[in-house]
């Protein structure tokens, strides 16, 4: 695990327009990841992705207040029928919507690709994290940096088959 220094973390990223540009950034990727049966939206192409991009999918929970679904596009690790997403939200001092949301209502459905798969979500043990962690950071390196940015234990989210 990377140093925490939530301090290092640019100032500039927790400004309202970058906020409003992440939100339609996600509403954009989301669109054209339904349109598309994920051909468009399907890697992320940004920070240690760049060159070597991971796979998105798109999570839909339903809200917590609002009672509707709610769909975010994530970077996951696939073990056959299980999916492993993370709710680092670029290291921000809160657990994103998302996240609040499933543990809510377990109930998710992850869209990959075409597929659509009815799973049951959980929070990864501490035992699981660690284990996954590692995993998780060789597909997408940015998730230490993100660790090391805020003082809250990033969430591993397992979803299984219901």
């Not at 598309?36 to 240690?48: D, F, I, Q």
């Not at 991971?54 to 609002?66: A, D, F, N, W």
């Not at 921000?92 to 979500?121: F, M, S």
Request: glycine share 8%; charged share 20%.
């Amino acid at each position: 695990m990377p140093v925490m220094d939530p301090n290092a973390r640019p100032k500039q990223l927790g400004s309202p327009v970058v906020a409003s540009l992440i939100k339609v950034g996600s509403r954009l990727n989301t669109k054209l990841y339904q349109v598309t049966g994920g051909r468009l939206g399907s890697k992320w192409r940004v920070g240690a992705g760049f060159r070597n991009p991971p796979p998105v999918c798109l999570l839909t929970t339903i809200g917590r207040k609002s009672g509707e679904p709610r769909t975010a596009p994530l970077l996951y690790l696939r073990n056959g029928d299980t999916f492993v997403v993370v709710a680092s939200q670029g290291g921000l001092p809160k657990n994103p919507a998302w996240y609040l949301n499933l543990v809510a209502n377990p109930d998710v459905t992850i869209q990959a690709g075409k597929e659509k798969h009815e799973l049951r979500a959980r929070t990864a043990t501490d035992a699981e994290r660690d284990e996954l962690w590692t995993q998780l950071v060789d597909l997408y390196a940015d998730f230490d940096t993100y660790a090391a940015w805020t003082d809250r234990t990033i969430p591993v989210v397992i979803c299984e088959p219901r």
